[in-house]
């Protein structure tokens, strides 16, 4: 009965997370839009409203169209993989109902964002362009090089509450949130979080200017929804991920979901405003800048916790 309960409420779940990134797209056009001096999406229906229903009925009764010369299984199989990650991802949010018990959710959470490079290697090799091929490789260096700060941090925040279970970061912030104390960190997970998503002003596998427009270029109709779906699947995560380890974390409450709303609309706010950095300097911040502050930080927290056990 517990599994079967389980099952469903997943379900909710991942139904509730694809009615949110539809409304996320509607958003960041209309965001994109008012950014630009424009209207955005306001033809279909009230303002514009029921906008990301129509564009996934278009995109999933287009035809299928696939290069002959790739690797169809591999080609075919990696949006849906990339979907079925993102989504996966979501499982380990700390309801306090249990719906799955996760006491390692940090390296849950961990194990799938390092599954999801793959995703993104496989779709640009398996269509056999030369385009895709390089925006899946830019976007696989790119993603590994933030993966380690992005581990380092986790790994600080791991000797902080002294647990991998993530429902830990709302009983340690009863009294006052991370973001306060932690205070640096808070913008080196978010630019990390935007590299980590592919988001401007790191959005290199996607450089229409020099790649067409990345890994995907080949993929049409519903193979491009779907990987379109993952990432801002991953958008969503990556908010909600940030509200739990630096803004309260308390999932049972509605200001929960509003600041959730909040860092997602900085993600949209960035891509308004800020051009797309130069590859070399990108790596430059991943290997000379972050990766010594989150060593750094590391073994700060380290000290302060062996001080704390041994004098306190």
């Known amino acids: 009965m517990e599994i079967i309960l389980s099952l469903i409420m997943s379900l909710i779940l991942i139904i509730c997370v694809l009615v949110s990134v539809a409304f996320l797209t509607l958003l960041e056009r209309k965001v994109l839009g008012y950014i630009q001096i424009r209207k955005g999406p306001n033809k279909v229906g009230l303002m514009g409203i029921p906008q990301p229903f129509c564009d996934a009925i278009k995109l999933f ?39 799955y018990s996760f006491n390692l959710g940090l390296l849950f959470f961990m194990c799938c964002t390092s599954l999801g490079v793959y995703t993104v290697m496989i779709a640009g090799w398996s269509s056999n362009s030369n385009y895709a091929l390089l925006g899946g490789l830019r976007s696989v260096a790119q993603t590994i090089s933030y993966e380690v700060s992005l581990a380092l941090i986790l790994m600080s925040f791991v000797f902080l509450i002294n647990n991998y279970n993530m429902i830990n970061f709302f009983y340690y912030q009863t009294y006052l949130w991370f973001f306060f104390i932690l205070y640096p960190l808070v913008f080196i997970w978010l630019i990390i979080s935007l590299a980590e998503t592919n988001r401007t002003p790191f959005d290199f596998a996607e450089g229409e200017s020099e790649l067409v427009s990345g890994f995907n ?81 590391l073994l700060f927290f380290i000290g302060l916790k062996i001080y704390l056990m041994n004098y306190v």
Do not use: H
Not at 68 to 73: A, K, T
Not at 256 to 262: A, E, I, N, S
Not at 277 to 291: G, P, V
């Open 61 to 99: 009764t287009k035809e299928q169209t696939y290069p002959l010369v790739s690797n169809y299984i591999s080609y075919y199989f990696s949006p849906i993989f990339s979907l079925f990650l993102s989504l996966l991802l979501w499982m380990c949010m700390p309801f306090f109902i249990k719906m």
């Open 217 to 297: 270029v080949e993929y049409s109709s519903g193979s491009f929804a779907l990987i379109f779906l993952s990432e801002y699947a991953s958008i969503l995560f990556m908010s909600m991920l940030f509200s739990l380890i630096f803004l309260g974390g308390d999932v049972m409450n509605l200001f929960f979901y509003l600041k959730l709303m909040l860092i997602s609309f900085v993600f949209i706010w960035v891509r308004g405003t800020l051009p797309r950095f130069r590859y070399d300097k990108l790596m430059y911040l991943a290997w000379k800048s972050f990766l010594p502050f989150s060593l750094n930080y």
